[in-house]
């Protein structure tokens, strides 16, 4: 019997510390927290009846132990040095300068990683097993906070895996989600007690508390973004770190990626700042690392700072309002983009009154209701979001927010995307989805057609002047209705439709990028152009051969052929045909500049601002004579072409000796008078 209720325990905490991986570390939990909660009680019951059975590494003992009487100060092995700030991308670019002047013609790749507002710590295992857990303290000795530790989601008091180095100590960041911290407000303001001012306060305090009991009601969890001090670490760099303690199960700060240089990784901590209303926990920076240790090493710290990292941190503004509505808007690709109407509420001195909610789940996940009081952040340039709900406010009043089960512009049906977040209109005829079309097929970075903004175009639309793409190029046709709108006129009017006509000899992948076909930007748009020439031949081509094209791939192939094999698609192309658009050049028909010219096989970078082009006619420029437009200068580069104040990018083509082009040597290059 008794083997039998050993192997039971044994199963169980098996089971629970697989769901508890499952939960943290994948984010794909597989039970409820109800079903959780009855393997847990079902454990502590046999442990409690079975005591000979105990063991200090089961689940059960994350609940909370006895409180202890105070902290006992612990010396940090490897000091936990602080992060040197930066505040705009001047003083990141400066940062690369000095790790690379200090490495000496060494090349490093950066990594980037979102800095998690929460409370520094640092876990230590030993032989895969918890020993220990110590707050950042003073940076040379912190308080051992071993017993609050136990009770943090995300801190398994055993690693797995078989690449577990013999002591390994995992640093990171306690925090709390702002589910979580919505959902301990309101259980406060039930209980009539003193709220919580924000999570990270909250989250501190949890950690300073004396019983773990009470630590363990606030629900702290960890997310691990470094390394102290480690023996025969298996990694070598600062993405084999992370991996590697993924593997042993302990969640890591999420996508995280290397990259070769640091406009590159610049690029990437643009594009994670605007996404950082995906996430359920506090951010205040973007962190940028040296990836490879031994450069790390090499590098070394000050007496304050390691010279390995930085943090490009922005100015965090927020307030407490109400959301008056929810409105959805359609898209020019027909996608149901919900927004909270906001009581206008002064952020960082700017008014604010509305703020995206991107789409149903971050509806559901906010569990955001009408009239709900919300917390609105303005981080740096970011536009605004809504960070969390104030569950304790609510008094009744509220509305649940339902998502539309057809569009609300046009009463279409609609349908989500197959393995995907947002709810699309499927009505090609939906006019919210045509005056969005419109606008982006006339904006300068498509067709460019000059005079055609948001205003007139609305009045186009309004008068039924324009009821489809093709309508655009019908306008010389109706001259006297346009000179009737309203501030147009004769001179205007004449303006308009010589835009129009000269849009008709823009390059095929100008049509393609304003055709608002979904996937199909700028870039992808020149691709097809380049491998395929004209758009009779993409017509011509299946899913799969268009999948075979580099940089295209399935999804896109998927998108493009779906477009021009639908109804609409269809009709679309053989107008603008009749019309007199260009369809591009047959690639054997093109003219041997572009695949012989002064720039076929070159990469070109453009840096500073411009008098005698536009980025756009330079990069076309480049483009047609055979060469290729890069965004970062590197020992790749051949030509760098500069404008006024160019900055960092000069500096480095300088650096690596790489030829520095005006704009009227540029032109000079290629021949054109332009």
Same mark, same amino acid.
């Given at each position: ?15 629970? =510390? ?7 570390? =994948?984010? =794909?939990?597989?039970?409820? %927290? ?21 063991? /200090? ?38 940062? %690369?300068? &000095? ?58 008091? &055993? ?39 924000? /999570?990270?306060?909250?989250? +501190? ?116 309002? &109400?959301?008056? %509505? ?34 149903? %789940? ?83 970075? #498509? ?28 306008? /010389? ?24 006509? #000269? ?26 152009? +380049? ?144």
């Amino acid at each position: 019997m008794s083997s039998n209720v050993k192997a039971d325990i044994e199963r169980l905490r098996a089971e629970i =510390e697989r769901h508890n991986y499952l939960y943290y570390v =994948e984010a =794909e939990p597989e039970i409820s %927290d109800a079903e959780f909660d009855r393997l847990m009680k079902r454990l502590e019951q046999l442990e409690a009846e079975h005591p000979q059975y105990d063991s /200090p590494d089961s689940p059960t003992k994350k609940v909370g132990g006895r409180p202890v009487e105070g902290f006992e100060t612990v010396v940090h092995r490897v000091p936990m040095l602080s992060i040197d700030n930066v505040f705009d991308e001047h003083e990141l670019l400066e940062f %690369d300068r &000095r790790v690379r002047k200090l490495l000496v013609r060494e090349k490093p790749e950066y990594t980037v990683e979102y800095k998690i507002d929460g409370v520094a710590m640092a876990v230590i295992y030993e032989r895969g097993h918890f020993v220990q857990a110590v707050t950042r303290g003073d940076g040379r000795a912190g308080d051992d906070i071993t017993e609050n530790a136990k009770t943090i989601g995300g801190v398994p008091l &055993r690693l797995r895996g078989k690449r577990v180095p013999p002591v390994i100590e995992i640093r990171g960041e306690a925090y709390i989600t702002n589910t979580d911290f919505a959902k301990l407000r309101a259980g406060q303001e039930q209980r009539g007690a003193a709220l919580y001012k924000n /999570p990270r306060n909250t989250a +501190a305090g949890a950690l300073k508390l004396l019983d773990p009991k009470l630590c363990a009601a606030r629900h702290v969890r960890f997310l691990a973004h470094g390394v102290g001090y480690v023996e025969d670490p298996p990694f070598d760099s600062h993405v084999g770190l992370l991996t590697a303690i993924r593997e042993m199960g302990v969640p890591a700060t999420p996508n995280v990626e290397a990259f070769p240089s640091m406009e590159a990784a610049r690029d990437r901590a643009h594009e994670m700042a605007e996404d950082i209303h995906t996430l359920d926990f506090e951010v205040d920076g973007i962190v940028v690392k040296v990836n490879r240790f031994d450069q790390r090493r090499r590098l070394g710290a000050t007496s304050k700072s390691p010279r390995w990292l930085i943090a490009y941190k922005w100015e965090k503004y927020e307030a407490v309002t &109400r959301v008056n %509505d929810i409105v959805i808007s359609v898209g020019k690709s027909g996608a149901l983009t919900p927004g909270a109407m906001l009581e206008p509420v002064d952020i960082a001195g700017t008014t604010v009154s509305r703020a995206s909610l991107h789409n149903k %789940d971050e509806v559901d996940r906010l569990g955001v209701m009408i009239g709900d009081w919300v917390v609105v952040e303005k981080a740096g340039k970011i536009i605004p979001h809504v960070v969390r709900v104030e569950e304790h406010r609510r008094d009744g009043s509220e509305r649940p927010f339902k998502f539309p089960k057809r569009c609300p512009e046009c009463g279409g049906d609609v349908l989500q995307d197959e393995g995907g977040v947002y709810i699309r209109c499927i009505n090609p005829n939906c006019p919210a989805q045509l005056r969005e079309r419109l606008f982006h097929f006339a904006s300068r970075g #498509a067709m460019d057609i000059e005079g055609l903004g948001i205003k007139l175009g609305e009045q186009l639309l309004s008068t039924g002047l324009v009821k489809s793409l093709p309508d655009v190029y019908r306008l /010389p046709e109706r001259r006297d209705e346009l000179i009737e709108l309203e501030r147009m006129g004769e001179k205007s009017a004449d303006n308009l439709l010589a835009g129009i006509e #000269a849009s008709k000899n823009r390059p095929l992948w100008r049509l393609l990028a304003g055709l608002g076909i979904r996937h199909v930007g700028t870039r992808i748009a020149q691709v097809l152009e +380049a491998n395929l020439g004209t758009l009779d031949a993409l017509l011509q081509q299946s899913e799969e051969q268009l999948a075979e094209i580099n940089e295209i791939g399935p999804v896109i192939a998927k998108s493009v052929y779906s477009f021009f094999h639908s109804d609409v698609g269809r009709q679309t192309v053989e107008e603008l045909h009749a019309l007199g658009l260009n369809f591009g050049t047959p690639v054997e028909k093109r003219p041997p500049t572009e695949a012989d010219g002064p720039l076929a096989g070159k990469s070109i970078v453009v840096t500073g601002t411009l008098s005698r082009f536009t980025r756009e006619e330079v990069k076309e420029l480049i483009l047609r004579h055979g060469g290729k437009a890069g965004g970062s200068v590197s020992k790749k580069t051949d030509f760098v072409i500069a404008g006024e104040n160019p900055g960092s990018k000069l500096d480095k083509a300088r650096e690596l000796g790489v030829t520095v082009l005006d704009e009227d040597s540029f032109a000079e290059l290629v021949g054109t008078n332009v």
